[in-house]
């Protein structure tokens, strides 16, 4: 049986699949309802982690990582560490509708995006975003990103691990409280959607912040083809959040993907791409949603208790899935 149109999210970010679905009832492609529904994360500030005034990195600033798919031609639009620019997936979609590449970035992205008429500059930064951050410098910078240099007292300049370990990285980390992990069950970074439209084309898209504190300049696994997410329009989809340094790695997106072109299962397919990433990690953090072309849809995670939203044609609403690992 075939359940299409259809729109998954992760988690329950339920006002961004609803404008998707929106968007698809009223016949928009596959493409542009991803991008009405990503927008509204964007928008609303999802999570306090996606569009701006989210997650800031390790010098305050808040960026944005985004991409979109469309699993008919396979094209990919995808901007990261982008700046002074709210409107992410409409940067990652100006790039893949108007110019040959497939990523740009960082303040190059955000002068294209100007360029392209999208509103800015401006400051992505909010009082919550500012605010945090200032509450992790005055914890003495817990060094998530860094494993081979330890901070002194005044947070930087980092020193080579073993030079000047002023205080030990567990005990720091313990002393105030915080997993060594960055990407906790509160800290759900990312909205990464699959759309398939009244025409049966598919498209994904994501956008985040990043990791909270990141190091300036780093990219996620979000506006990264095959990992955050994926789209082959006689296959299905896959879109991924999680610990993105690590996943990236893996590509876990192209992984169910391309097992589902061998006829497996959404489910089994999401459950073996996050294996072979636990097989190597097993203290990493993170979850897939795999939508195959007739909609069926499954979710599997590692670390965390995943959510993920789904709509369509025979659910009243929004509905939303739990996984556990
Ligand atoms: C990243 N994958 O940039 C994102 C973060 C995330 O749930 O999805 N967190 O690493």
């Known amino acids: 049986d075939t359940v299409r149109p259809v729109v998954v999210s992760t988690w329950p970010f339920v006002e961004a699949v609803r404008a998707a679905w929106d968007a698809v009832e009223r016949g928009t492609s596959a493409v542009d309802a991803v991008v009405e529904g990503c927008s509204a994360c964007e928008e609303l500030r999802c999570d306090g982690t ?24 396979m094209e990919v639009g995808a901007v990261a560490a982008m700046r002074h620019v709210k409107d992410g997936i409409r ?3 100006l790039v893949m509708r108007h110019t040959e590449h497939t990523l740009l ?18 400051n992505l930064s909010s009082p ?17 990103f860094w494993k081979s240099v330890t901070p002194p007292d005044s947070c930087g300049p980092y020193h080579p691990k073993g030079t000047e370990n002023t205080c030990g990285e567990a005990n720091l980390m313990s002393a105030i409280g915080l997993s060594p992990s960055h990407v906790g069950p509160h800290n759900h970074d990312t909205i990464a959607m699959a759309v398939i439209d009244k025409a049966g084309h598919i498209a994904v898209g994501t956008s985040t912040n990043g990791a ?15 990992s955050g997410a994926y789209a082959i329009d006689e296959v299905g989809a896959c879109g991924a959040t999680g610990d993105g340094d690590i996943m990236m790695r893996f590509l876990p997106c192209y992984q169910v993907v391309e097992s589902m072109r ?12 996050i294996s072979r990433i636990a097989r190597k ?9 795999a939508v195959n072309r007739r909609g069926i849809h499954a979710g599997a995670c590692h670390g965390w208790t995943f959510q993920y939203s789904v709509r369509n044609s025979v659910s009243e609403d929004v509905e939303i899935f739990t996984i556990h690992p």
Do not use: H
């Open 50 to 73: 996606v569009g701006p005034g989210g997650s800031p990195d390790e010098n305050g600033e808040t960026t944005i990582d985004a991409l979109v798919m469309d699993g008919v031609t």
């Open 91 to 93: 940067a990652a979609r």
């Open 262 to 273: 061998l006829g497996i299962e959404p489910k089994a397919a999401a459950r073996d791409a």
């Open 105 to 122: 970035v960082g303040d190059k992205a955000s002068a294209f995006a100007l360029s392209m008429g999208l509103p800015g500059p401006s």
């Open 128 to 144: 919550e975003s500012i605010a945090k951050w200032k509450k992790w410098k005055a914890n003495r910078c817990q060094p998530n």
């Open 212 to 226: 909270t504190f990141k190091i300036p300049g780093r990219v996620g696994d979000g506006p990264i083809t095959g």
């Open 281 to 289: 990690y097993p203290n990493f953090v993170g979850a897939v949603f």
